[in-house]
């Protein structure tokens, strides 16, 4: 059972143009998220996150937005660059087993 | 700075087989985790270590899987016997504390075949 769903496996933009890629959990416990971007033969890195007392945080293009009543975030990436392509993970943070639940993840491709 | 090292990048074996991972975190990292990605999934963890001592292991299938980190720094992952289902990208990666407020840097991963 997915706690952390991401539902568009993936995402196609053109450059320059906004990239929104949404993330939904379940358990209302979740009190930290975080976005993670991986390139091919690559490990994630972390790219942004957000604690459940704020509702939006943002570093230059990326911003993530937290919907606490609707269980739901999403991470905006304005303007998208061709560099952006990559699969980003949404995770949450389980205070009660200490660990991150990632979800499966949205490839997002950036078009020139 | 040095990042997580990991190896080997790629290991193909048959089930039944034994096979290691090996880690070597950031220095100065005291948390080390293990993960499992299988192919269309986020990464899983299996396995936590704060220095040398397991903080989680509930998700580690411990009639095959185990794994150590001797001295509080590199870590090793075995498997064995492998079984199909265990092909996937195995992931090591390493923080200055456990806690969602410390960045875990991630290695590149071992994709390991069970034929």
């Known amino acids: 059972d997915q706690q952390v769903k991401q539902n568009s496996p993936s995402l196609s933009v053109q450059e320059g143009r906004i990239s929104i890629l949404n993330c939904d959990y379940t358990?209302?416990?979740?009190?930290?998220f975080l976005w993670y971007k991986k390139y091919p033969a690559e490990g994630p890195t972390f790219l942004i996150s957000?604690?459940?007392?704020?509702d939006k945080n943002e570093d230059g293009r990326f911003t993530v937005f937290l919907n606490k009543s609707a269980k739901h975030l999403s991470l905006h990436i304005v303007p998208s660059q061709p560099g952006d392509s990559a699969v980003y993970f949404c995770a949450a943070w389980d205070g009660s087993q200490g660990n991150l639940i990632f979800g499966k993840g949205t490839k997002l491709s950036v078009k020139p | 700075e040095a990042g997580v090292a990991q190896s080997p990048r790629y290991k193909i074996i048959e089930k039944r087989q034994s096979v290691a991972f090996w880690c070597n975190p950031i220095s100065g990292h005291a948390t080390l985790y293990w993960y499992q990605q299988i192919l269309g999934q986020g990464p899983k963890l299996l396995i936590q270590?704060?220095?040398?001592?397991?903080?989680?292991d509930s998700q580690l299938p411990k009639d095959r899987f185990s794994a150590e980190r001797l001295k509080g720094v590199d870590s090793t992952l075995k498997i064995q016997p492998a079984k199909l289902e265990d092909s996937a990208v195995y992931l090591c990666?390493?923080?200055?504390?456990?806690?969602?407020?410390?960045?875990?840097?991630f290695g590149p991963g071992t994709r390991l075949t069970v034929t």
């Open positions: 957000i604690s459940s007392i704020k």
């Open positions: 270590f704060q220095n040398n001592g397991v903080v989680d």
């Open positions: 990666a390493s923080s200055l504390g456990g806690g969602p407020s410390y960045e875990q840097y």
């Open positions: 358990n209302s416990m979740f009190d930290y």
